[in-house]
């Protein structure tokens, strides 16, 4: 699931993109409930921002003292590529070592940020940028907390869950000093841990970011936030002041400055935390199930420091290969496709030419091609400059897919067909179908698209769809899956990733109503639209589902179980469920001992693999 203007901290690296504003209408805010099972360490803090409707306060937790020490060191301070070594936690630029100039300097600028604030103090915050809004009641951050074992269980665990479940989120550590979107806060994966007796323990950790690591030592926010501050005049004072506290060694973006908190993956034997930022970072379950960050991974020296990787690669269940794209508002080009060996080796490095910077979250692959969106969300320095958002929905350039052989060397076959008006932030699947000359897309199409990157009153739909790309004669159609009549938001989800790239019966996305709420999972029919839905209950809702097949070689497409944080807003307490994805019978639920916040994307590593990590 977001905008971007943070990149231009540094010209040399890409504009993260937009995040959608999943969280933009929520209006809700439940100050006077208690955001952990626990009572929490939390204190009330008054705010003078306005939104509608304003809440009075915001809760916000105390962080514990942060005692991990990362088991691979990197102690390099240098500029740019580290060369291949993981960029482990380091000492940050700390003030008790700044010389009188830097002492000085930094008060003059801590000064002008003041002035910022409070000019941005006299000023309403859109419901996207304002913390009240964005991170009220369940969105609200939680405390590290360290491994909890033999947590209660309700029903069976099935006995072939073995392993660990693990989903990212967006947990700002200090409590905002201005504008705030729900996409700004520091990485935390909360994990599930099953150890195939019945048992299940759980933890939850902050990813050890460059940037989380200068902001706890400095003791609040430093680094901009991209989607909840680069607005405008303000939005750019904010970059220039940035720049020149690493200018004057005061901090230090030269090793990347995102939050790590929107994907994850497991490849080559890594756990691999993603913004699309910046470069992934590589985070090891322990035996004992808890979390720890090795560093910031650049694969083995194979991408430069400056660059960045979107948070949802794809890896082919046949080949192993993981593709992904790498994207620049800046600089040309806007766009890399790049393609990993299972060994980690760089097989692709491809530019694809683009007009205009582009916001791309997410594309597809089939068995043979990658897919790859070029829509009417687009990137623009011009509208910061004038005072707007940087990231703007162009109503005059044509969507488009580009379809591009997997193994291409550079991108001059690339095939691009347009789809009119069409906005997927997430693609679940694609395939080829032959016998039509056509290639299927599945995703969800957002209307307004610009909606969640700026405040609309317009109610925002994202419609299940499918793209027909018919190869022959360069054209495509375009279909919701279900009946008007069944329509329903449908956002975050999957398919069976055993099957990704090949026709899918089904898939299973969570049922974001009341948007952005999400108060259950559909499995859908993609082939007949017929849907089954999986309610959470009143006043419980959750995110994203997680389909695990029962075992790797099952053959039965929804032979698994879905995985789903359930957070009971009437108890205040959280639980994981399992259900049986072909029945949608509650098999399990575990109990789990702090409050897991709704967030954003996940993945399961087998037990098998988590013995191999690196
Ligand atoms: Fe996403």
């Not at 970011?209 to 901009?224: D, K, N, S, W, Y």
């Not at 220039?240 to 901090?251: D, E, I, K, T, V």
């Not at 009549?485 to 299973?508: P, S």
């Amino acid at each position: 699931m977001t905008s971007s203007a943070i990149s231009w901290f540094n010209p040399s690296t890409p504009l993260t993109t937009r995040r959608p504003s999943l969280f933009a209408n929520s209006g809700y805010f439940s100050a006077m409930a208690n955001p952990s099972c626990r009572k929490p360490n939390v204190k009330t803090i008054s705010c003078s921002v306005h939104a509608t409707p304003p809440p009075a306060s915001l809760l916000f937790p105390k962080q514990k003292t942060h005692t991990f020490q990362p088991s691979i060191q990197t102690p390099t301070l240098s500029c740019g590529n580290a060369g291949g070594e993981e960029q482990g936690p380091s000492s940050p630029p700390h003030h008790q070592s700044w010389n009188l100039l830097q002492r000085a300097i930094a008060f003059a600028l801590d000064a002008v940020e003041g002035v910022i604030i409070s000019h941005e103090k006299k000023h309403p915050l859109p419901k996207t940028a304002d913390p009240r809004v964005q991170i009220a009641g369940n969105y609200a951050p939680v405390p590290e907390q360290p491994v909890h074992h033999s947590l209660p269980v309700s029903g069976e665990i099935p006995c072939c869950i073995r392993g660990a479940y693990v989903r990212n989120g967006a947990n700002p550590l200090h409590e905002p000093a201005g504008g705030h979107h729900l996409f700004d806060g520091d990485g935390m994966i909360h994990s599930v841990s099953f150890s195939g007796d019945g048992s299940a323990s759980y933890a939850c950790r902050f990813t050890e970011t460059h940037r989380l690591v200068q902001e706890r030592a400095m003791g609040r926010p430093i680094f901009p936030k991209v989607v909840g501050e680069l607005h405008g005049r303000t939005g750019i004072a904010r970059l220039l002041l940035f720049y020149a506290r690493g200018l004057f060694g005061l901090l230090d973006h030269t090793r990347g400055i995102g939050v790590a908190n929107a994907g994850l993956v497991y490849f080559n034997r890594r756990l691999l935390a993603m913004s699309e930022e910046d470069l992934p970072y590589h985070v090891r379950l322990t035996p004992s199930g808890d979390l720890e960050t090795v560093g910031r991974y650049d694969f083995d020296g194979q991408l430069e420091s400056n660059s960045s990787m979107i948070a949802h690669p794809k890896i082919d269940p046949s080949s192993k290969d993981l593709f992904s794209l790498s994207y620049n508002v800046i600089n040309k080009p806007y766009l890399k496709y790049l393609r990993f060996s299972p060994e980690g080796r760089k097989l692709a490095d491809v530019e694809i030419p683009l007009p205009v910077p582009t916001m791309i979250h997410d594309f597809a692959i089939t068995e043979r091609y990658v897919v790859i969106p070029d829509q009417q969300v687009v990137f623009s320095l011009g509208d910061l400059v004038r005072g707007g958002s940087p990231v703007v929905y162009d109503k005059t350039k044509m969507s488009r897919l580009g379809v591009l052989v997997k193994a291409a060397a550079d991108a001059s076959g690339i095939r691009w067909i347009d789809v009119p008006d069409c906005f997927c932030f997430h693609v679940w699947n694609a395939w080829e179908e032959p016998e039509n000359d056509e290639i299927v897309v599945i995703g969800s199409c957002m209307t307004p698209p610009d909606s969640i990157f700026n405040e609309s009153n317009e109610k925002l739909r994202s419609v299940l769809s499918e793209i027909r790309l018919n190869m022959r004669i360069g054209e495509s159609t375009r279909r919701p899956i279900m009946a008007e009549a069944d329509q329903m938001n449908l956002e975050a989800g999957m398919v069976n990733r055993n099957r990704l790239g090949r026709k899918t019966r089904f898939a299973y996305l969570a049922l974001a109503e009341p948007w952005p709420k999400v108060s259950g999972f559909a499995k859908v029919d993609l082939s007949t639209g017929v849907v089954r839905k999986y309610v959470y209950g009143e006043k419980r809702f959750g995110g994203e589902p997680q389909f695990l097949p029962r075992t790797p070689e099952t053959t039965e497409e929804d032979d698994g179980y879905i995985l789903a944080f359930v957070h009971d807003e009437k108890e205040w307490k959280s639980e994981l469920q399992i259900i049986d994805a072909m029945t949608l019978n509650l098999e399990a639920t575990i109990e789990l001992p702090s409050r897991v916040p709704y967030g954003l994307h996940g993945t399961f590593i087998r037990a098998e693999d988590l013995q191999m990590q690196a």
